[in-house]
């Protein structure tokens, strides 16, 4: 986009107009983004441009033929604002190098360090994830909310 900041915000009243978001799917970085709402991130965090991290922009290399350097510096996201406000959120985690940073998503409270543990407060979170990812959990215990 020509300017990507009017561009979010257009993108934004565009969602909102058309009712909100019915089904968010998300998936779960490693520093605990969801969408492109890196750390530190608010839970009424609206839609707009924003850097990546390095460690973002890392994980997202295979899809620019495996160069980090190739991923964009910038990227615009639906805010937690609006993935909150989803009628229903299904996060899909897959992978043991997620396992710690999903234990602090559902099992700490939430916190603009883990922008993933707002989802918490989603009363139509659906939470999918393998046995590598689920291994850090406390399956005793019951996510917080």
Known sequence: AADPD???RR????????GGI???LLGLGSNGHV???????????P????????????QNAAAFGGDPSAVPTRAITLGTAEILAARRVLLVVTGSAKAEILR???QEPPDPLVPASWLQQHPHL????DAAAAAALDLGRPALS
């Not at 993108?11 to 058309?18: D, E, Q, S, T």
């Not at 659906?126 to 994830?129: L, R, Y």
Request: glycine share 6%.
């Open 6 to 8: 009017a561009e979010a």
């Open 11 to 18: 993108y934004g009243a565009a969602v909102a107009a058309a």
């Open 22 to 24: 019915a089904l968010q």
């Open 35 to 45: 969408g492109f709402n890196e750390p530190p991130c608010t839970a009424d965090a």
């Open 47 to 58: 839609c707009r441009c924003l850097a990546l991290s390095g460690a973002t922009r890392l």
């Open 104 to 106: 602090r998503s559902l």
């Open 126 to 129: 659906q939470v999918v994830v």
